[in-house]
């Protein structure tokens, strides 16, 4: 496996006097897929947003290609980037929520160009770009209509469109078919495993165990802000050894 284009080290996150983070340690292979398993509660959300410094953690840190995300070292310190500089960091790591998140009042292809043109990229070349990644997620049809004229399936199409309209290095995922119909997540979990197949880097935090088997290179599992198991989805999903993880599988499988 090649060498991490995420190595995340000793993160911890607390809300209050919660715990929602504890001391997780992850290592995620340039051009592999990680899933990230876990009941609710258990921290997976915050893991994610914490990978693009959306939560700043209390302790720890993550590496993305050998930078520090939010932090700059100082000897043997590490010391908070500018605003600034941390959406510089993050422009390279596209995100994906539960919620679409999109423009309502703007086009797909709209939505999909905006990062780019906050980026400065020239609107011709964007627009290009744009109809390109449109087509790419199977919605050349749509550019020209808005969030409300499409389906649940459709808007979240659009806003993978639109993470990987930077082109990121790292895409995450946060639940992306939660919010959909049983009908629609096909549609979707079939961009990203095209995605997969093209080496993109993608931690996913899903509770679908089917893309987790297909996909996946690791399966990590978490548990009240722990990660308690972690391996080859074979490993983890047939055989997982913590009895938590056990117990959570044998529920939603």
Same mark, same amino acid.
């Given at each position: 496996?090649?060498?991490?284009?995420?190595?995340?080290?000793?993160?911890?996150?607390?809300?209050?006097?919660?715990?929602?983070? *504890?001391?997780? *340690?992850?290592?995620?292979?340039?051009?592999?897929?990680?899933?990230?398993?876990? +009941?609710?509660?258990?921290?997976?959300?915050?893991?994610? !947003?914490?990978?693009?410094?959306?939560?700043? +953690?209390?302790?720890?840190?993550?590496?993305?290609?050998?930078?520090?995300?939010?932090?700059?070292?100082?000897?043997?310190?590490?010391?908070?980037?500018?605003? !600034?500089?941390?959406?510089?960091?993050?422009?390279?790591?596209?995100?994906?929520?539960? &919620?679409?998140?999109?423009?309502?009042?703007? @086009?797909?292809?709209?939505?999909? $160009?905006?990062? &780019?043109?906050?980026?400065?990229?020239?609107?011709?070349?964007?627009?290009?770009?744009?109809?390109? $990644?449109? *087509?790419?997620?199977? $919605?050349? *049809?749509?550019?020209?209509?808005?969030?409300?004229?499409?389906?649940?399936?459709?808007? &979240?199409?659009?806003?993978?469109?639109?993470?990987? %309209?930077?082109?990121?290095?790292?895409?995450?995922?946060? /639940? +992306? @078919?939660?919010?959909?119909?049983? /009908?629609?997540?096909?549609?979707? $979990?079939?961009?990203?495993?095209?995605? %997969?197949?093209?080496?993109?880097?993608?931690?996913?935090? @899903?509770?679908?165990?089917?893309?987790?088997?297909?996909?996946?290179?690791?399966?990590?599992?978490?548990?009240?802000?722990?990660?308690?198991?972690?391996?080859?989805?074979?490993?983890?999903? @047939?055989?997982?050894?913590?009895?938590?993880?056990?117990?959570?599988?044998?529920?939603?499988?």
């Amino acid at each position: 496996m090649s060498e991490p284009l995420v190595r995340v080290r000793g993160l911890s996150k607390r809300f209050g006097h919660h715990t929602v983070l *504890d001391g997780i *340690d992850l290592d995620v292979a340039r051009g592999s897929v990680a899933v990230v398993l876990g +009941p609710s509660g258990s921290g997976k959300s915050t893991l994610l !947003r914490t990978v693009n410094h959306l939560e700043k +953690p209390d302790a720890g840190f993550v590496e993305v290609n050998g930078e520090i995300i939010g932090y700059r070292r100082d000897g043997t310190r590490l010391r908070e980037l500018s605003d !600034r500089a941390i959406t510089r960091q993050r422009s390279r790591i596209g995100m994906v929520f539960q &919620q679409f998140n999109l423009f309502p009042h703007k @086009t797909a292809l709209e939505n999909v $160009l905006e990062g &780019q043109l906050a980026a400065g990229v020239r609107r011709g070349p964007a627009e290009a770009r744009g109809r390109e $990644l449109l *087509d790419r997620v199977g $919605l050349a *049809d749509k550019e020209r209509s808005y969030p409300r004229q499409m389906s649940g399936g459709q808007q &979240q199409r659009v806003a993978i469109a639109r993470a990987l %309209a930077v082109e990121p290095e790292l895409m995450l995922f946060d /639940e +992306p @078919t939660s919010a959909l119909d049983p /009908e629609m997540v096909g549609e979707v $979990l079939g961009v990203m495993k095209d995605l %997969a197949r093209t080496g993109m880097t993608m931690i996913v935090v @899903t509770h679908e165990i089917g893309f987790a088997r297909e996909v996946a290179d690791q399966v990590v599992f978490l548990d009240e802000g722990r990660l308690v198991e972690a391996g080859t989805p074979d490993a983890v999903l @047939t055989e997982p050894t913590h009895e938590r993880a056990r117990a959570f599988l044998s529920a939603v499988l």
